[in-house]
């Protein structure tokens, strides 16, 4: 696992959860898509980098994004 003093590099998808996670911790278990798009745009994250982090994320069961793709829900 290499030398525990190095701290593992984090990938993009999980600073997106994060994010997304800091975000409804504000309004409960939900962020609006566009909100959500738009920090994470002005911190970095293609728009590829968030359509896959979610992808991921809600195969994993760990959110729900609705079918008009407006509002992310955290299960």
């Not at 996670?21 to 278990?29: N, S, T």
Request: glycine share 10%; no cysteine; hydrophobic share 45%.
């Amino acid at each position: 696992r290499g030398d525990p003093a190095v701290p593992r590099s984090v990938r993009p998808s999980e600073s997106i959860l994060g994010v997304l996670r800091e975000l409804a911790g504000v309004k409960g278990h939900w962020v609006a898509l566009a909100e959500a798009s738009s920090l994470l745009g002005s911190r970095g994250f293609t728009p590829a980098q968030i359509g896959a982090a979610l992808d991921e994320y809600e195969e994993l069961n760990v959110l729900q994004v609705n079918p008009a793709r407006t509002r992310v829900t955290f299960v």
